[in-house]
């Protein structure tokens, strides 16, 4: 105790632990409070484990586990362990960059041949990219000093659960400062050819994951192509020769297997360069650059997306006839054959496509019919809502076109509103209590953006002249959008904050006001029995003057004292408060029958005794000793001015001289237990009495 009150520190466990000789870095791990002594960053602990050798041995503990280690601490806990103090220890990072020895045993761990073990291979993804976080520049230096076999090491272990992050991390997608490394590491893979070696993994000879891997990690680097540190990477990505490979990728792959996940996943990265080049020709047109270059890079452009409508129309065929595909029983039919993700991921790829608004990709669309065949998938898959939405933004598409020879097709060839009135008949004839179809949501909202379409003139002779089409209009759709209007709870919440709107959002979860009604002609008016304003305060004023009456405060406890204060009296105190806290009031407000006394709120009554200290004897008066004395319990807050109180009767002997001496050595014993006791003990001589 007196260590701590001088400011002194007891020791930690682990501090003693370590003021051993030959002290195991083992023992340490063990103990449980070491990751809390690193966090509070203890001087002991820290040194202890920046040593060289225990860096060292930390190093080895969480990446090179022996994989026929039974031991279920040295094969997953103390790996774990070990790397998280290397990440917590604050001036490690320090040691590991002006130390290229400790650099190469953290990097020798690539040298595994894949897959890497779990253990090892989170704990150096870890590492490194904390490493790289905390000393960019030093980490970006180093590896561009490297040769190609350490540069490949890295693409090879894709396959590892985090490796893409890492390698995203240590090309500086994520760097707050993009001149940091100044594309150091981007301009290093490029020199081994990253792009061609990671191409050449997309084959059957190795796993989905390293597929998916790959894909994604480049799909972020097209994305974030403003970033200088990866801008060589992306804009390789981004030219139509590489383009075109990767579609040939894909494209063979589909021929394989009809279910490709590179087909499916390489799709998304398309996606992502062709929104990637229209980005790049927004800006360089924002940019007002020298008008050469811009048509240069409106050539590359289109060079780009002529390259993948070569494409197109083995993806138009493969939507008609996907092959052989196993199907589907579902509760509520049979699929013969499925949709199939890579359908899905076709009827995408075209939308992105047409919506580059590039005259060609719209010719080479009508060549291919590829209108009708998604009006097909659409009607076909009634319950697939995501090719709904894909359907439904193509038709939206065709509709705000320049193109005059799209807009004809889709009303003409494809038969756009013959097939809208059409599905709308057939729910009118479907059988009773059976369900909608699950595209008929989609059919309101197509049948509403074509009637917002009239304003196109391309578009309004096809609708005018379409009598039937006119009359679904007037009639079931009109008759639809009045019920969608129809608000649900008979209003709409106001989200402002207008306070004085009983449906603003500040005020939604308060009651609603109660509003005054009519007088009744069978009633007499309420008014004279309201209470007024005047007859208020004059309450107000009356409750003050009755509590000026006494200058002290009740407590329901007081009551004690009078028993403790007795020579020979065998109330235990306990007991008393006890019976305290189980006292009913008993007034003649039928409001407050059941409430109990709260005996530690402080009230004000009137006494009726008020004991005196004569002769170092107590003795109370009685103002009534025509009437038995009674006990009666504190007052609630209602009566507390109008309450009468009489005090329990005192005993005999207290007024017995006889029994003072006799009873002497009681009666102090009593009154150091009640003085123990944290009740309130009036002063008797300080009341004022009225």
């Not at 180093?142 to 040769?147: A, E, H, K, V």
């Not at 494409?311 to 509760?331: C, K």
């Not at 009607?379 to 020879?405: G, K």
Request: hydrophobic fraction near 35%; include cysteine.
């Amino acid at each position: 105790m007196f260590g701590w009150r001088a400011g002194f520190q007891q020791k930690s466990g682990l501090e003693v632990l370590l003021e051993k000789q030959d002290v195991k870095i083992e023992e340490a791990l063990d103990h449980d409070d070491l990751l809390q002594e690193l966090r509070t960053a203890n001087e002991k602990v820290v040194n202890f484990f920046l040593k060289p050798q225990s860096i060292h041995k930390l190093v080895n503990l969480s990446l090179f586990v022996d994989s026929d280690e039974t031991d279920e601490n040295q094969k997953f806990k103390y790996p774990l362990i070990a790397c998280e103090v290397l990440v917590s220890l604050p001036t490690v990072f320090n040691v590991f960059t002006s130390n290229e020895e400790l650099m190469g045993l953290l990097i020798k761990f690539l040298e595994q041949k894949p897959p890497l073990p779990s253990p090892g291979s989170f704990c150096f993804v870890r590492i490194l990219q904390t490493l790289y976080t905390k000393k960019p520049s030093e980490v970006a230096d180093y590896l561009s000093r490297q040769n190609e076999k350490l540069a490949l090491k890295f693409l090879e272990h894709l396959e590892t659960f985090g490796m893409n992050e890492l390698i995203l991390t240590l090309l500086g997608t994520m760097d707050e400062d993009e001149n940091i490394q100044k594309g150091k590491i981007s301009k290093w893979w490029m020199e081994y050819g990253f792009i061609k070696f990671l191409f050449s993994r997309l084959t059957h000879d190795y796993s989905p994951d390293f597929h998916i891997n790959i894909i994604r990690m480049l799909s972020e680097i097209v994305r974030r192509f403003q970033n200088p540190n990866i801008s060589t990477i992306a804009d390789n990505l981004m030219t139509p020769e590489v383009s075109h490979d990767l579609m040939n990728l894909m494209m063979k792959d589909l021929q394989i297997n009809s279910k490709s996940v590179i087909f499916i996943e390489s799709t998304n990265l398309i996606i992502a360069i062709i929104d990637s080049l229209v980005r790049k020709e927004e800006m360089n047109k924002l940019c007002q650059n020298n008008k050469d270059e811009d048509s240069d890079i409106d050539n590359k452009i289109d060079e780009t997306f002529r390259g993948f409508l070569d494409f197109t129309e083995q993806l138009v065929a493969f939507l008609r006839n996907p092959g052989e595909l196993e199907q589907i029983e579902l509760t509520w039919g049979t699929l013969t054959p499925p949709l199939g993700m890579v359908r899905l991921k076709v009827v995408e790829l075209l939308l992105v496509l047409l919506k580059t608004k590039r005259r060609y990709v719209e010719d080479q669309m009508l060549q291919l019919n590829l209108l009708s065949v998604c009006l097909d998938l659409f009607f076909t898959y009634d319950m697939n809502n995501l090719l709904h939405i894909l359907v439904d933004e193509i038709i939206v598409s065709c509709l705000y076109s320049e193109n005059a020879e799209l807009i004809t097709d889709l009303f003409s060839k494809a038969q756009l509103l013959n097939r809208l009135i059409k599905a709308v008949q057939d729910d009118e004839n479907r059988p009773p209590k059976s369900t909608r179809k699950g595209y008929f949501g989609h059919i309101i909202s197509i049948s509403n953006k074509i009637e917002e379409a009239k304003q196109n003139p391309m578009v309004n002779p096809f609708i005018e002249s379409n009598q039937e089409w006119k009359r679904y209009v007037e009639g079931k759709l009109n008759e639809w959008n009045e019920k969608d209007k129809s608000i649900l709870g008979g209003t709409v919440p106001n989200l402002g904050g207008n306070i004085h709107d009983p449906l603003s959002i500040q005020n939604f979860y308060q009651p609603p006001q109660e509003q005054e009604s009519p007088p009744s002609p069978t009633m007499p008016s309420s008014s004279k029995y309201t209470v007024t304003m005047e007859e208020e305060q004059e309450d107000l004023k009356e409750s003050e003057r009755n509590a000026d009456v006494l200058d002290m405060h009740f407590d329901a406890r007081d009551s004690l004292g009078d028993d403790l204060l007795l020579p020979g009296s065998q109330t235990n105190a306990n007991e008393d408060v006890w019976h305290e806290r189980q006292i009913v009031d008993n007034s003649n407000s039928t409001e407050d029958w059941c409430r109990f006394d709260d005996p530690f709120q402080e009230k004000f009554i009137i006494p009726q005794s008020v004991p005196k200290l004569e002769n170092n004897e107590i003795i109370h008066e009685d103002s009534s000793s025509d009437e038995e004395d009674t006990f009666i319990p504190s007052p609630t807050k209602e009566s507390t001015t109008t309450a009468e109180v009489t005090p329990k009767p005192t005993s005999p002997s207290l007024h017995s001289s006889s029994n003072q001496h006799q009873h002497q050595d009681e009666d102090e014993h009593d009154m150091d237990t009640f003085n123990s006791i944290n009740f309130w003990r009036p002063n008797w001589e300080t009341v004022a009495v009225e």
